[in-house]
C-alpha cells in the first residue's frame, strides 16, 4: 500500500455511512458515539459533525416511540396540511422535529408520503392515515398512546 493510500481520510461516503450505522443502532447520534467514531476514523470530530448537522435526516435527540411524519407535498398542502400540523403541534405541545416530553411521539414534517390520493395524510410508524381531519386526529393519537401501555 502506497504511504497515500493508508494515510488518506475517509470520504464524505465513509463518513456519511458511519453516522447511517450509529443511528441505526441507537436511533439517533449520540455524543458519546459520534466523538468514538471519529476517533476510530482517525478524522478530526467536526468533520463528523459538519455532515450530521448538514443532514436533516440525521438527529442528536433520541426519537419518541411513535414517529408521525406529516405530509405537506403539493396535494396534502392544497387540501390543509398546514393547519393539521399546527393542531397536532398544539395536541402534543411540540413543534416541529421534536418529542413529546412522556417520549411518545415525535413528529415531523415531509415532502410526500406517496399517497397524495389520500390527502391531507399523515404516517405514524409507516402506517399512513388519509384524508384526515382535526377531529380524525384526537382519535389516532389516543390509539397510539393506548397502544403504548
Ligand atoms: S403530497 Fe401528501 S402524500 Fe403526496
Given at each position: 500500500?502506497?504511504?497515500?493510500?493508508?494515510?488518506?481520510?475517509?470520504?464524505?461516503?465513509?463518513?456519511?455511512?458511519?453516522?447511517?450505522?450509529?443511528?441505526?443502532?441507537?436511533?439517533?447520534?449520540?455524543?458519546?458515539?459520534?466523538?468514538?467514531?471519529?476517533?476510530?476514523?482517525?478524522?478530526?470530530?467536526?468533520?463528523?459533525?459538519?455532515?450530521?448537522?448538514?443532514?436533516?435526516?440525521?438527529?442528536?435527540?433520541?426519537?419518541?416511540?411513535?414517529?408521525?411524519?406529516?405530509c405537506?407535498g403539493t396535494?396534502c398542502?392544497?387540501?390543509?396540511?398546514?393547519?393539521?400540523?399546527?393542531?397536532?403541534?398544539?395536541?402534543?405541545?411540540?413543534?416541529?422535529?421534536?418529542?413529546?416530553?412522556?417520549?411518545?411521539?415525535?413528529?415531523?414534517?415531509?415532502r410526500c408520503?406517496?399517497?397524495?390520493?389520500?390527502?391531507?395524510?399523515?404516517?405514524?410508524?409507516?402506517?399512513?392515515?388519509?384524508?384526515?381531519?382535526?377531529?380524525?386526529?384526537?382519535?389516532?393519537?389516543?390509539?397510539?398512546?393506548?397502544?403504548?401501555?
Amino acid at each position: 500500500m502506497l504511504p497515500a493510500q493508508k494515510y488518506r481520510k475517509p470520504d464524505s461516503g465513509a463518513v456519511l455511512a458511519a453516522l447511517h450505522q450509529i443511528t441505526e443502532q441507537f436511533g439517533y447520534l449520540p455524543q458519546d458515539e459520534i466523538r468514538k467514531t471519529a476517533r476510530e476514523m482517525g478524522i478530526p470530530l467536526a468533520q463528523l459533525m459538519s455532515a450530521a448537522t448538514f443532514y436533516a435526516s440525521f438527529t442528536f435527540k433520541p426519537a419518541g416511540k411513535h414517529k408521525i411524519h406529516i405530509c405537506d407535498g403539493t396535494a396534502c398542502h392544497v387540501k390543509g396540511s398546514t393547519s393539521l400540523m399546527d393542531g397536532l403541534k398544539q395536541k402534543l405541545g411540540i413543534g416541529e422535529n421534536e418529542t413529546t416530553q412522556d417520549g411518545n411521539f415525535t413528529l415531523k414534517g415531509v415532502r410526500c408520503l406517496g399517497s397524495c390520493g389520500l390527502a391531507p395524510a399523515l404516517s405514524i410508524d409507516g402506517e399512513t392515515h388519509g384524508r384526515l381531519t382535526l377531529e380524525a386526529l384526537d382519535k389516532i393519537l389516543a390509539e397510539y398512546s393506548e397502544a403504548k401501555r
